[in-house]
């Protein structure tokens, strides 16, 4: 999720700089406020993924400290195994045991993507499309 919300960031930020720009088309200055709902919505998909990932590997790194400095074996137990997860789990990675939820997660947030990228594009198309019509000149 933290790649994905880099990458929405990037192209926020690169939308509010190039709409900052005296010379910039209508329809970029009309996107800003868009944009800039995008960029504060992955930036606090950012805090969250990140307080998500410290809360997770925070109990693994007391137990590896516990172990490096005092000695603590009494937890290596848990280590290894996490250890042993965190291997790649696609057919990359030394493990070949890959179980079906992996790939079925990865094909379930491959969907979402390109769910929002269809979104995304279809939001810039009728944009362009409502541009290119002009007004009745009749006043009712």
């Known amino acids: 999720?933290?790649?994905v919300f880099s990458a929405l960031i990037a192209m926020a930020a690169a939308v509010l700089i190039i709409g900052s720009r005296e010379a910039a088309r209508p329809a970029t200055r009309r996107v800003?406020?868009?944009a800039t709902v995008v960029a504060l919505t992955c930036a606090m998909g950012l805090l969250l993924s990140s307080a998500t990932i410290y809360l997770t590997y925070r109990p693994y790194w007391y137990i590896f400290q516990r172990t490096i400095l005092k000695g603590d074996r009494s937890q290596t137990r848990d280590l290894f195994d996490f250890l042993i997860s965190t291997r790649m789990p696609?057919?990359?990675g030394p493990r070949r045991d890959v179980s079906i939820s992996v790939y079925f997660w990865a094909g379930v947030i491959l969907?979402?993507?390109m769910g929002l990228i269809l979104i995304f594009l279809?939001?810039?198309r009728g944009h362009a499309r409502t541009n290119n019509v002009r007004p009745s000149?009749?006043?009712t």
């Open 90 to 92: 696609l057919v990359l």
């Open 32 to 34: 800003r406020p868009v």
């Open 122 to 124: 279809r939001q810039f």
């Open 111 to 113: 969907l979402g993507v």
């Open 137 to 139: 000149p009749h006043v």
């Open 1 to 3: 999720m933290m790649s």
